[in-house]
């Protein structure tokens, strides 16, 4: 009776956050399920003391994060980058286009999947509404790589720190393991773009209209705004060095930066709450709670003996399980809710790290494949949306089955690759 209670609140949950009836927030829907199942004694207090715990560095890094991607929003930074990166590409679509992939790799990597959906997209929607260029191979190219390119290190997904802290990856065996895989993964899906997209690419544009934009000088505070987004950067290397947990990092730059911002009068200390998302937290944890309490319910037994069966068939086509495995789980429940479940089988299945790496792999490029894959997506089809472009579902499907699979089948390849000799 417990374990069916447990399962039609999980489903439920599940199901309010993909689709938010009455426009509900998924944060709603999510700590509901999850506080109805603590409340019902479903779970425990240790158990919520033990998912607070888990969740501590992922939402530290979270909580870092907005006030990074803050003080470089007020400081004008990704304007200033969009009007370089125009003006470089010499009115080429497909300069463009890579540098589109080029710089949301580097964002992805330093500030997170999210960071560049919320950041990038606007400003690259912007930029082609004043070229006169059709904008949607370009967005498109915002959204894939802000997933394909979210392996590259342990803060580019908040995904990849709960895997990092459940199995105990330091940094430097992440990038080991993930960085090559990843730099593959984007150029494949920058190849397929060029393929898909390149009657629109081959047009070209002019770049006089931009020649006006964010034309003005960087401000004192905000030279130092992008120094210390440098300087973060290089406190990841000097984290992996040292073994600190890279979200310290995140954190401390975060008040750094809104410090220099405060002080530069760019924000003020409102902006500081109000940057802060409630519902996405409340989304982090309310999910974990669900998913813990699915497994103390025993209901995740069927992803330990996949897991199992996973090992025991080894080598590429175990890798190749798992990974895809995980990647269309994301798509029917969301990557979060997917991470979350995978984790626990694959601890007490003791997997190796290979097939952990590739378990975030499907994580994090998964989602690519639909626009409820992760809420990374969401928020992208909503600053879409918001420009007066329409983007169904079915369009995002049909790209994401052509990109998606080739790209996870590369990355995967050559991370078994990599496995051989690490």
Request: net charge neutral; hydrophobic share 55%; with cysteine.
């Amino acid at each position: 009776m417990s374990e069916a209670f447990v399962g039609a609140v999980a489903l439920v949950t599940i199901v309010a956050v993909l689709t938010r009836p009455r426009g509900i927030s998924e944060g709603v829907w999510a700590l509901g399920g999850g506080l109805l199942l603590v409340a019902t004694g479903r779970l425990s207090l240790d158990d919520l003391t033990h998912v607070l715990g888990d969740l501590t560095g992922v939402l530290t890094f979270l909580i870092g994060l907005f006030w990074i991607t803050l003080a470089a929003r007020q400081a004008g930074l990704f304007e200033h980058a969009a009007r370089v990166i125009v003006t470089r590409a010499n009115g080429s679509g497909v300069r463009l286009m890579l540098a589109v992939f080029a710089f949301g790799t580097l964002t992805t990597a330093l500030l997170s999947n999210d960071a560049t959906v919320v950041l990038v997209t606007p400003i690259v929607l912007s930029a082609c509404l004043r070229l006169g260029i059709p904008p949607l191979p370009y967005l498109f190219a915002c959204s894939f790589v802000a997933d394909t390119a979210s392996s590259l290190l342990p803060i580019s997904n908040p995904i990849n720190l709960l895997y990092v802290e459940r199995f105990d990856l330091s940094f430097g065996r992440h990038v080991a393991l993930l960085a090559l895989p990843t730099l593959v993964a984007v150029a494949v899906n920058a190849g397929i773009f060029y393929l898909l997209f390149r009657g629109q690419l081959r047009a070209g544009f002019n770049t006089d209209a931009v020649r006006d934009w964010s034309s003005a000088p960087l401000r004192t505070a905000d030279r130092w705004i992008m120094f210390g987004i440098a300087a973060i950067g290089f406190g990841y290397l000097m984290a992996a060095s040292f073994g600190l947990q890279p979200w310290l990092i995140t954190l401390g730059g975060g008040v750094l930066l809104a410090a220099v911002a405060l002080g530069g009068r760019r924000i003020t200390a409102i902006d500081l709450v109000r940057v802060q998302p409630p519902s996405l937290y409340a989304f982090v944890v309310g999910l974990a709670l669900v998913v813990r309490a699915a497994d103390v319910a025993g209901l995740l037994g069927f992803l330990g003996q996949a897991v199992e069966r996973a090992g025991e068939i080894g080598g590429l086509s175990g890798l190749l399980a798992v990974t895809l495995g995980t990647a269309l789980g994301t798509n029917v429940v969301n990557n979060w809710t997917m991470a979350l479940a995978i984790s626990g089988p694959l601890a007490r299945a003791d997997a190796s790290d290979e097939i952990v790496a590739g378990s975030m792999l499907g994580a994090d490029i998964g989602p690519n494949l639909s626009v409820v894959g992760s809420l990374a997506t969401l928020i992208w089809l909503t600053e879409v949306r918001r420009g007066g472009l329409a983007v169904s579902g079915s369009t995002y499907l049909r790209l994401g089955l052509i990109a998606t699979i080739p790209t996870i089948l590369a990355a995967t390849l050559t991370l078994h690759i990599i496995g051989q000799f690490t």
